[in-house]
């Protein structure tokens, strides 16, 4: 990372199912940032998805690539880093790894698919860089390209968070092909978009807030008409305003009864480069208005990326220091640990041991500090499936975790890794005949077999889950490792010696030589 002065940059890229938004920011010393400038391309990955709504076209994936090329080069600009993360199109995309193969073949790029709960934290954490909104209770909905995320909370206490697959871009694909609307086919609209929203707007309906909040291109395109109508002009800055619940009905119902696409370029504040997709917006806006009886909106102009700043920042707080689950990433784990262990002590015992043999380990695994919180996630939960039953609870652990929409602050791959460290925290080692283990990088195979590895040890050394073991210190010995087992209070430590013994054969794999575990002294 690079740095001038007393200040450095960092970019930030959501890849979206519209458009690729990319923010770049000035980090102070001090660890506050400020916006430098944005580039954003209009793409609509979501647009050409096949009639399932399973994969990217060809197409739309050249789009993508060449206009990702664009944003790393405005980024380059500043020698600033980039974390991408893919929203809806992406992760809903059944050949996506062929689009992010492309990606890393042609520009070195890594970029993190987040699932719908992530994306809706994400925005939230961005809508949080605004601190007069840290002690209001808020509810906000973001209508991206390929899906609508959902969030109610106060600060960083986020009570509710979802996403549902009803983004402008893959609405108008569906109802509005050729960006004319038909009354058929708005019925039509209206009637989807009512029914997939209901579950939502029922648990909606359970939470009370001071504020409602809306945020991304759709809804600001129509506050852009509000404003037109209402005050004869738009503001240079639109970020801020605020419509009431009855003209945000007028826009709406303006932008579906003009029919064509020429004719509703011409409506006073229309944004022309919306003016195909904006009526299946518009149809989610009313729906929302009319359902949760918003009285008042306001617009900000913040989303995803502004979140994946604030959460780099969180993130890279920990570097260097002993591997630690952020706030966020910690609320997620604790909670469906708490929701589905059986023996907290335990889980919490492992965890520290896990650490302790990480930080000794670390290095002669190549392994860096975001494997730490990996390790320390799947520790917390790898039984987990116990819940389930005992016999092949590991699977069952695996299977809750890869499924669970409580870790926030984890995008998919970190998920998926977490999942597979908890699956073979016992039995057999991970090998060619799983897929999902096949189904990782080579890098994060690897990864997963180390992690594991430790894991299956501090395991072993909490046997009889009575927490006997104090601290354990590792130190290269003739030919290998070194374990020594240190009891806590004079407790005996033999049953949790032999379970680790008997557990160590993939860490000596990854270690490249034998592990000796010895009681101290």
């Given amino acids: 990372m690079s740095s001038s002065g007393t200040s450095r940059h960092f970019a930030a890229l959501d890849i979206g199912s519209n458009s690729f938004n990319l923010s770049l920011v000035r980090i102070r010393e001090d660890g506050?940032?400020?916006?430098?400038?944005?580039?954003?391309?209009?793409?609509r990955l979501a647009h050409d998805l096949d009639a399932d709504g399973e994969r990217l076209s060809p197409e739309a994936m050249d789009r993508g690539v060449e206009a990702l090329g664009r944003c790393l080069e405005y980024a380059r600009g500043y020698d600033a880093p980039v974390r991408a993360v893919a929203t809806s199109a992406v992760r809903e995309a059944r050949n996506r790894q062929e689009f992010l193969d492309r990606v890393r073949a042609a520009y070195g790029l890594e970029v993190e698919v987040v699932s719908g709960h992530e994306e809706a934290r994400l925005i939230w954490m961005g809508l949080q860089a605004d601190p007069t909104l840290s002690q209001r209770r808020a509810f906000s909905f973001d209508i991206g390209g390929g899906s609508v995320e959902f969030c109610v909370g106060t600060g960083e206490d986020l009570q509710f968070a979802s996403s549902l697959p009803l983004g402008g871009v893959r609405l108008a694909g569906r109802f509005f092909p050729d960006g004319d609307v038909s009354p058929k086919a708005l019925k039509q609209c209206r009637e989807w978009v009512q029914g997939r929203l209901e579950p939502i707007v029922r648990a909606l309906r359970t939470f009370r807030w001071d504020l409602s909040l809306a945020t991304a291109g759709t809804v600001g395109a129509l506050m852009r008409m509000v404003v037109m109508r209402r005050e004869g002009h738009v503001p240079?800055?639109?970020?801020?305003?605020?419509?009431?619940?009855?003209?945000?009905?007028?826009?709406?119902?303006?932008?579906?009864?003009?029919?064509?696409?020429?004719?509703?370029?011409?409506l006073p504040g229309m944004d022309e480069k919306r003016a195909d997709i904006l009526p299946a917006g518009a149809v989610v806006v009313e729906t929302l208005v009319k359902s949760l009886s918003l009285t008042n909106l306001e617009w900000r102009d913040s989303g995803v990326r502004e979140g994946v700043v604030r959460d780099y920042l969180e993130r890279e707080s920990h570097v260097g220091k002993a591997p630690e689950l952020g706030s966020w990433r910690r609320r997620g784990v604790t909670s469906l640990a708490d929701s589905f262990s059986l023996d907290r002590d335990h889980d919490r015992q492992v965890e520290r041991l896990s650490r302790e043999l990480f930080l000794q380990l670390s290095e002669p695994l190549r392994l860096d500090e975001n494997a730490g919180e990996l390790l320390e996630a799947a520790a917390q939960l790898h039984e987990v499936g116990l819940r389930i039953g005992?016999?092949?609870?590991?699977?069952?652990?695996y299977y809750v975790v890869r499924h669970s929409h409580l870790l926030a602050g984890f995008v998919d791959r970190e998920i998926e890794m977490i999942a597979q460290v908890a699956r073979y925290h016992?039995?057999?080692h991970p090998k060619p005949s799983h897929p999902q283990w096949m189904a990782l990088s080579e890098t994060d195979r690897r990864i997963v077999s180390c992690l594991s590895g430790i894991l299956r040890v501090a395991d072993g050394l909490d046997r009889r889950h009575q927490g006997a073991v104090a601290g354990v210190k590792a130190h290269r010995g003739e030919g290998g490792w070194v374990l020594v087992v240190q009891a806590r209070n004079g407790d005996e430590t033999g049953m949790e010696i032999w379970a680790a013994d008997s557990k160590k054969a993939?860490?000596?794999?990854?270690?490249?030589?034998?592990v000796t575990l010895v009681p101290a002294a």
Avoid: Y
């Fill in 32 to 43: 506050q940032w400020e916006m430098v400038g944005r580039h954003k391309e209009t793409v």
């Fill in 236 to 266: 240079l800055r639109l970020s801020g305003s605020c419509a009431t619940g009855e003209e945000l009905l007028a826009v709406c119902r303006e932008v579906c009864a003009t029919r064509s696409v020429k004719a509703r370029r011409k």
């Fill in 390 to 397: 005992f016999d092949e609870h590991h699977k069952h652990s």
């Fill in 426 to 428: 016992r039995k057999s």
């Fill in 506 to 514: 993939l860490l000596e794999e990854c270690l490249g030589g034998p």
